[in-house]
């Protein structure tokens, strides 16, 4: 008996790290250079949330410290509220609840499992505790060394310490020992990430300290801390048969159809009713045998003829509705997995209102402009904030695009991606951001080269659900509707490039045609003098002033820095 | 038989004409400029589409298209001081009297503009085109305005000339003649002793002819264009013409090129279509080499092929069959004549060359070829 104890025991050690390792891709620790760059996102994407619903202005500090071959210490400080002690194996402990997963938000922290991801991942490589410092601002700060208890699945705190706290220092630190990873300074590297962080969130400041002790800043060029986003209801067109299945058991309604009312967004009652007779018709097509048949009435129900679908079954019809009925009336929590399909493809077949977007956060097209000023400090930049869409019929998304050209950037073209602001870092090739870039005819823009232009677009996708191509979550799926929305975004940031660029040409062209005028007029007035004996001097005199008279205009315009016109175009 | 005519135009070389007019063109481009206008040239239109062929003087004469230089146009700007340059040269030339050759006039304005790493001519495929431009702006020679191209073409017979301070009888130089210098604009006509000009496209037969004591017997005066005739004979020509009354007959090889000699001399050319009516003299009537002369002379051994592949064959046609379709659609070929000659080209394939003749003997061209052809008017008009 004790000996299953211990085998069963054993058999759950190994099913969390075994969870682990087989969901390394979709946690983000694959590869040694993406691990690191996991742990600092996970890390700093915490202090960012901290901060930004405690509504404080992020400062946060990344340090790496390289401390063997693969083998580094990350730490990472925030000046955020500070984690109340009772609260700390919660926060870095809580493995596989899920916190976030299945919440109806845009979040930045879609990316799995957290910090205690990071935790479980230091724990893994190097076998030690994650150090948290933390204090609330008030008299002491913490010290805790905390580990995931896989047995238990939840957060151990193994050491615990109190200092006073005499200048009311408020934050967290928290230092990981990590394995088998490496820092370079590539595109997928932790600089690229905090760079590309930094320009997505302009009211961060954000330092990194590189192993070779190297001090990078990314300073903060907005004051302004963003909303937190709020939760909303997921929209018919957007869930999937275990969202409702899962939904249903949760819920506190005691009727199907009151849980769909008050579950979802845009169901009425009447639209209850449009749904039974969808459901009723979904289960007499498939009755039908014949294939033909099937298909051909799915494609009609498709079209909307529901009722005549349901009148051509007669009296059947009429049952198979009573039965329907019925099932709207039981209780959620007996609704089951095949009912729950049923619905979910009702739904597709359904019209229903686009879903709200108050839901959605984007960074705005100001804060764009901020950051890739900021961190980039380019010539012209612009940004394009598109209203929300949705795409496969009801899920909202909204696109952002910023664009930075020449000043300090180097020559050659940079795609910044994102999804709810969390920059993407991998799998390039596959995003539809990088498609839509692509496809856009730069020349017509006055791009002549874009792969030499010193050109850097940023594209932001925001959505409750972004469709990444894999689990690993680094691209976005081609899906229609959001390759049209980043493409219109290009189309329009890049239009305001040519306005630019073009005004540039001119005025460079005006004051190289005023040069070449003018260097003839010597030449003339010495022909001309010689063909009508007018004195030299004074025929030259005469021409300058024709050329000033000419180029009065163009003066004025070349006075107007060119940075106001860029203000104006942002 | 040939005798001179009355003339119709007088010694006309006068420089003061050429000064005021330069005077006029640099005060008109002051006065806008004083006036903040923008200033600018107007120059005819060079090229095909400003050409056409009046059919009341039979010349080739330049439209009235004009193109526009204005100073403030950036892409005008060097063109413009490039003209009004080569202006001011002129009037420094022709006020002192002396002549300079295009190579010359290029060399005597290229300087770098200062401030800059630009000349003012790059090249002289720079000047020789605004040469040209003020040519056809103000309606002068280039001769007149004291510029002189490469001369070419010579003169031998009775005629007394004034050049300058010299005065001499062009029959008495010895065999090579008077050599014709690049402008003839100031050489005077002392005294005309011929009845009529014969233009030889080739020295060898000029010598030929000269040797042959052609132009004592005939009364000629010989004119050799070696090849195509250069603005200085063609100018000697039309004045021998106008001036003197003197009939032209053109004496080229049987070939498209001999042919387009002709037409140059008579009708003038397409690239100085604004200067025919001082070059061209389409009086100018055509003796030989024709097609009919080689079956009436015999000549049927003595032709060369034509280059180029005829009409009817794939890829034709080319080379001389195509010139010669050219040549048929000229409008001073479309008389009935010289459609024949240009067809019977066409259909032999051949062509004959003037020294072809030396067949039968070198003084048959001088004994009886020319002398039986001009007695006998068997000209081509």
Redesign the interface.
């Known amino acids: 008996m004790a000996k299953a104890k211990e085998l069963f025991k054993e058999f759950k050690i190994q099913s969390v790290s075994e969870f682990f390792r087989r969901n390394a891709a979709m946690l983000g620790y694959t590869g040694k250079i993406r691990s690191l760059t996991t742990v600092v996102h996970e890390a700093v994407t915490n202090s960012l949330d901290a901060c930004e619903e405690a509504g404080i202005l992020p400062y946060v500090r990344v340090e790496i410290e390289e401390l063997g071959r693969e083998h580094y210490k990350i730490i990472v400080e925030d000046n955020g509220p500070g984690i109340p002690e009772k609260f700390i194996t919660h926060v870095f402990g809580k493995m596989l609840a899920g916190t976030k997963a299945h919440r109806n938000i845009q979040s930045r922290g879609q990316q799995g499992i957290g910090i205690s991801g990071a935790v479980m991942f230091a724990q893994i490589t190097s076998g030690k505790a994650t150090r948290v410092i933390t204090s609330t601002g008030g008299d002491e700060i913490i010290e805790a060394w905390v580990k995931i208890d896989v047995e238990k699945n939840e957060g151990k705190i193994v050491k615990k310490l109190k200092h006073p706290n005499p200048t009311g220092w408020r934050g967290t630190r928290i230092e990981l020992e990590v394995k088998n990873v490496k820092y370079v300074r590539s595109k997928q590297g932790v600089f690229w990430y905090l760079k590309l962080t930094a320009i997505a969130n302009p009211h961060a400041h954000i330092e990194l300290i590189e192993p070779d002790g190297k001090l990078i800043v990314f300073p903060r060029s907005s004051e302004e801390i963003p909303k937190p986003p709020v939760e909303m209801k997921p929209h018919p067109k957007g869930v999937m048969t275990d969202d409702v299945y899962r939904m249903a058991k949760k819920t506190r309604k005691n009727t199907v159809k009151r849980f769909l009312i008050s579950e979802f967004s845009r169901i009425s009652g009447k639209k209850i009713d449009e749904l039974i007779k969808y459901i009723a018709a979904i289960r007499l097509i498939n009755s039908e045998e014949d294939k033909r048949i099937k298909d051909e009435l799915s494609e009609r129900l498709a079209k909307g003829e529901v009722d005549l679908i349901l009148r051509s079954y007669g009296r059947r019809a009429k049952k198979i509705i009573k039965e329907v009925q019925k099932l709207m009336e039981k209780p959620p929590e007996k609704l089951s997995w095949h009912e729950a399909e049923e619905i979910v493809e009702a739904f597709k077949y359904m019209k229903f209102l686009a879903p709200p977007t108050h839901g959605l956060r984007p960074i705005g097209e100001e804060n764009i402009v901020k950051g890739l000023t900021g961190i980039l400090k380019p010539e012209f930049v612009t940004a394009v904030t598109r209203p929300p869409k949705v795409y496969r019929g009801g899920i909202p998304f909204q696109v952002e695009v910023g664009l930075a050209y020449g000043g300090e950037l180097e020559s050659s073209f940079n795609l910044l991606r994102y999804a709810n602001r969390v920059p993407l870092l991998f799998d390039a090739g596959a995003c539809v951001t990088t498609m839509a870039a692509r496809s856009v005819d730069w020349k017509r823009y006055k791009v002549e080269d874009l792969d030499r232009a010193p050109l850097t677009l940023l594209i932001n996708v925001i959505s409750v659900h972004v469709p990444y191509t894999s689990t690993g979550k680094q691209s976005i799926a081609n899906e229609d509707e959001i390759y049209d929305e980043i493409r219109l975004a290009i189309m329009e940031a890049a239009r305001r490039l040519q306005t630019y660029l073009s005004g540039k040409h001119r005025r460079l062209y005006q004051v190289?045609?005023k040069k070449?005028?003018q260097?003839?007029v010597?030449?003339?007035a010495?022909?001309?003098s010689?063909?009508?004996g007018?004195p030299e001097e004074k025929?030259k005199e005469?021409?300058i002033?024709?050329?000033e008279?000419?180029f009065e205009t163009v003066e004025e315009a070349l006075e107007q820095p060119v940075e106001a016109e860029a203000d104006v175009e942002a | 038989m040939l005798k001179r005519e009355k003339p119709k135009e007088r010694f006309g070389y006068d420089p003061q004409k050429v000064l005021r007019k330069l005077e006029e063109l640099g005060k008109e481009i002051l006065e806008e400029v004083r006036q903040g206008k923008n200033p600018y040239l107007d120059i005819p239109t060079r090229g095909l589409n400003n050409v056409y062929f009046d059919e009341v003087k039979r010349v080739i004469r330049m439209g009235d298209k004009l193109s526009r230089r204005y100073f403030l146009n950036v892409a005008h700007a060097r063109k413009f001081m490039q003209t009004l340059l080569i202006a001011a040269y002129v009037k420094r030339l022709v006020s002192e009297g002396k002549h300079a050759s295009l190579r010359e006039a290029y060399y005597a304005n290229k300087h770098t503009i200062p401030g800059t790493k630009e000349n003012t001519f790059e090249d002289q495929s720079e000047s020789d085109p605004v040469i040209e431009d003020l040519e056809r702006m103000l309606g002068v020679l280039r001769e007149e305005m004291h510029l002189t191209a490469d001369r070419r073409g010579y003169v031998y017979g009775d005629i007394t000339i004034r050049d300058g301070e010299d005065e001499f009888n062009t029959s008495k130089l010895g065999m090579g003649g008077w050599a014709v210098p690049g402008t003839v604009e100031h050489i005077q006509f002392v005294d005309i002793n011929v009845d009529y000009a014969l233009v030889v496209e080739t020295a060898a037969m000029a010598d030929r002819l000269i040797e042959e004591k052609f132009p004592k017997k005939e009364r000629a005066l010989i004119i050799a264009t070696q090849g195509q005739a250069s603005r200085g004979v063609r100018r000697l020509i039309h004045r021998l013409h106008y001036e003197e009354g003197l009939p032209i007959i053109v004496f080229t090889d049987g070939d498209p090129y001999g042919w387009y000699i002709y037409s140059t001399i008579k009708q003038g050319s397409i690239n100085l279509a604004y200067l025919s009516e001082k070059l061209a003299t389409p009086e100018a009537k055509f003796v030989g080499m024709t097609m009919d002369d080689i079956k009436k002379y015999g000549l049927e051994n003595v032709t060369e092929k034509l280059k180029g592949i005829p009409p009817n064959k794939k890829g034709g046609p080319t080379g001389d069959y195509k010139r010669i379709i050219e040549e048929m659609n000229y409008p001073w070929f479309q008389t009935k004549e010289w459609q024949r000659q240009l067809k019977l080209a066409l259909e032999w394939g051949v062509r004959i060359e003037q020294q072809a003749l030396a067949n039968k003997s070198l003084e048959f061209v001088a004994k009886k070829y020319l002398p039986e052809k001009i007695a006998n008017e068997e000209l081509l008009p």
């Open positions: 190289r045609r070449t005028l260097k003839y010597p030449e003339i010495r022909a001309l010689i063909l009508t007018e025929i005469y021409f002033s024709l050329i008279k000419k």
